[in-house]
T-cell receptor, first 114, second 112 residues
Framework: GAVVSQHPSRVICKSGTSVKIECRSLDFQATTMFWYRQFPKQSLMLMATSNEGSKATYEQGVEKDKFLINHASLTLSTLTVTSAHPEDSSFYIC??????????FGPGTRLTVL | GENVEQHPSTLSVQEGDSAVIKCTYSDSASNYFPWYKQELGKRPQLIIDIRSNVGEKKDQRIAVTLNKTAKHFSLHITETQPEDSAVYFCAATPGSNYQLIWGAGTKLIIKP
């Protein structure tokens, strides 16, 4: 149980384009989903907290207009990187919880912006 | 806000020996402390967790201890094996929104 999927696993795009990443909880309804970014050899950096049906809460320093988060249902949250630039290249990981502390992670999406 | 410090950044041990990774936290309200193992390019995997009402928890070769007074918790891996090589992260949850505050990670290297 508690499986989280993420799609796509890897994406390469040109500078200036937008990229959408999907995060799904497959066998449970997630009350909250989190979006992280991880640069090589670094820890996970929380970008935003997403609750179904409400606006995401962004961490300090994360541009909400650049990283659009939509939590349309209890099993799906999407992160759209708008007007991507090479410095946005990173490993993006989502996680989900269901009314407890334990976070279940998706497999991550490797974004490369050329 | 909460701050989690993790040491060491790199730990190299001989196969079969024990490994200990330590974390300290600053917010006394933190009540949940998970440990994650992350292999290169993969998702973090929960290996063990402990809550503030418990001092120690063990699962086969892995154990976690928590000292609430000193605000530190440790991961202990006994009889290390090559497959234990990975980056290990500690984390703490300071509030009711279930956000995790992460340590910087420890790269564990098991020497054959």
């Amino acid at each position: 149980g508690a499986v989280v999927s993420q799609h796509p696993s890897r994406v390469i795009c040109k500078s200036g384009t937008s990229v959408k990443i999907e995060c799904r909880s497959l066998d449970f309804q997630a009350t909250t989903m989190f979006w992280y970014r991880q640069f090589p050899k670094q820890s996970l950096m929380l970008m935003a907290t997403s609750n179904e049906g409400s606006k995401a809460t962004y961490e300090q320093g994360v541009e909400k207009d650049k990283f659009l988060i939509n939590h349309a249902s209890l099993t799906l949250s999407t992160l759209t990187v708008t007007s991507a630039h090479p410095e946005d290249s990173s490993f993006y990981i989502c996680s989900a919880i269901v009314a407890t502390d334990t976070q279940y992670f998706g497999p991550g999406t490797r974004l490369t912006v050329l | 806000g909460e701050n989690v410090e993790q040491h060491p950044s790199t730990l190299s041990v001989q196969e079969g020996d024990s490994a200990v990774i330590k974390c300290t936290y600053s917010d006394s309200a933190s009540n949940y402390f998970p440990w994650y193992k992350q292999e290169l390019g993969k998702r973090p995997q929960l290996i063990i967790d402990i809550r503030s009402n418990v001092g120690e928890k063990k699962d086969q070769r892995i154990a976690v201890t928590l000292n609430k007074t000193a605000k530190h918790f440790s991961l202990h891996i006994t009889e290390t094996q090559p497959e234990d090589s990975a980056v290990y992260f500690c984390a703490a949850t300071p509030g009711s929104n279930y956000q995790l505050i992460w340590g910087a990670g420890t790269k564990l290297i098991i020497k054959p």
